[in-house]
């Protein structure tokens, strides 16, 4: 048993090679599986004449005289293997769309593009492709909004393929910061009795059956609501641990169709115990930014390139920018003055004590010079109950902190949280919550610490990077309003 706990099989490792090997792209039945990405990288070059099994799809089929050439691709890389068909080989029924398993052998390909092709010594078709009905044709290039109408088939497109890779290598990136810097992964609930934004924009969950309807009480004997945010959870963790964080779904019911919203989206959360200054606050949220964007730029620069160069134009050199420079810091008040004092016509007119709209957000990260930019120190009146009271005058102010970056306007929202009992009983009563909160008053008498923290959109965040200008083009499945497919 100790063996096989510390992962080394039953028979000599052969259980654990095989299965290990499967993960990295590797099998050894029947032929040695590679991943596309393995095949192109060279890094594990097949022995001379070793056989090898790549199964994927069919990206291009292009039949000459003597031979057939095929491109396949498997999700692992933007770039497609070559793979030269000989005429023995059947590949009559193999078409663009195709499911394929392909066994050969990797030689060096003669052609500049690519070191490496197979040629083939037996072509499988696992499920076929009507290239007819198929809605994504072989030397189209199609526009993000057209792909939109298929969220059940663009996994199969280019661009598509790119974005779902830079998202997963940002989601490991971002776990990774964590934890690199002494944060505790916290799963947050899907289901709460609380409004943490307190905007009163929430799905309600209850049973679909009817039986509960009859009985007039609810499945948890209180109103219950998706989450729209893992902040106050994270909160109660700060009672033990210094540095907590969530990374998860949120919920929001805003009946909105505009290229800045979703229904269900993913939000990163951080909470820091022991902190007194929104300085600690911005310094993660900078670093998160610009570790994870300096990781992914590094580790899938073909995907992104797809995005900077076809998408949007330019953007690599502003990314550049945002990476070069330190972020820039506002008050409240220097943003209001700016707004002001700008010759822009405004849709939404700029007035102390009215909160940012995106049109003033945007604009002040140009005024800033395309750096993003910390506006701080919000009207104490406009943000939630738990942003911690500057005690200031006679304009009244919270230690609130959002971060607004290009294209995007606000991409974090933070605060340090109200820990002086007295300040956050008053406020409580003020929202009219006293009795609904009455267990958020108990962590604040049991050893609580001045402590604080943000939440960042991730979707916002792949659309700053990436320069993406409709949010339901980063997202796998987008939800909202009058649209749930799948």
């Not at 028979?11 to 990405?37: D, E, I, T």
């Not at 799963?187 to 059956?209: K, M, R, Y």
Request: proline residues 5%; neutral net charge; aromatic residues 10%.
């Amino acid at each position: 048993w100790r063996r096989r706990l510390l992962g080394l099989g039953a028979a000599g490792g052969r259980w654990v090679k095989s299965g290990l090997c499967s993960f990295n792209g590797r099998s050894n039945s029947s032929g040695s599986r590679l991943s596309v990405s393995l095949a192109l990288s060279g890094a594990e070059r097949p022995r001379e004449r070793e056989v090898v099994r790549i199964q994927g799809w069919i990206r291009s089929v292009r039949a000459q005289k003597e031979f057939t050439f095929l491109h396949i691709n498997d999700g692992s890389s933007l770039q497609s293997l070559q793979v030269l068909a000989r005429p023995h080989v059947d590949v009559s029924n193999i078409t663009f769309g195709s499911a394929v398993e392909i066994w050969g052998k990797l030689v060096r390909s003669p052609h500049k593009k690519q070191n490496t092709e197979l040629i083939a010594d037996e072509v499988r078709l696992i499920g076929s492709c009507n290239p007819v009905d198929f809605p994504f044709k072989i030397k189209k290039r199609h526009s993000l909004e057209y792909i939109r109408l298929f969220p059940h088939l663009r996994c199969k497109t280019n661009v598509f393929s790119s974005l779902l890779r830079i998202r997963s290598g940002a989601s490991a990136a971002t776990h990774s910061f964590f934890m690199n810097n002494g944060f505790v992964h916290i799963h947050t609930p899907t289901i709460t009795s609380n409004d943490c934004e307190g905007a009163g924009e929430l799905f309600q969950v209850e049973p679909a059956s009817k039986t509960a309807e009859k009985c007039h009480v609810h499945f948890f004997d209180v109103p219950s609501f998706l989450t729209v945010s893992g902040q106050l959870h994270l909160e109660v963790m700060t009672g033990a641990f210094t540095q907590v964080y969530t990374f998860g779904p949120a919920f929001r019911a805003e009946n909105s169709q505009t290229r800045r919203h979703l229904a269900e989206f993913y939000m990163i959360e951080a909470e820091l115990a022991f902190t007194e200054n929104l300085k600690d606050i911005m310094e993660v949220m900078e670093q998160l930014f610009k570790t994870v964007t300096f990781d992914i730029l590094s580790k899938y620069p073909e995907d992104v390139q797809l995005f900077h160069k076809d998408i949007a134009p330019g953007q690599e050199e502003r990314i550049e920018r945002m990476l070069k420079n330190p972020f820039q810091v506002l008050s409240y008040t220097e943003a209001i003055d700016i707004l002001q004092r700008s010759t822009e016509s405004f849709k939404f007119e700029p007035k102390w004590g009215n909160d940012l709209q995106t049109e003033h957000e945007k604009y002040l990260v140009q005024h800033c010079g395309g750096i993003p930019v910390f506006v701080i120190n919000y009207p104490y009146d406009i943000k939630p109950f738990y942003a911690r009271d500057n005690q200031d005058g006679p304009q009244h102010t919270v230690a609130a902190v959002d971060l607004l970056v290009p294209g995007i306007g606000e991409l974090c929202g933070g605060s340090l949280r109200e820990e002086r009992l007295d300040l956050l009983r008053s406020r409580l009563k003020q929202h009219g919550l006293p009795d609904t909160y009455q267990w958020y008053e108990e962590i604040h008498q049991f050893g609580s610490v001045p402590h604080g923290g943000f939440g960042m959109g991730f979707e916002r965040y792949l659309q700053c990077v990436l320069g993406i200008e409709n949010i339901k083009d980063v997202i796998p499945f987008p939800r909202f309003s009058h649209s749930c497919i799948l």
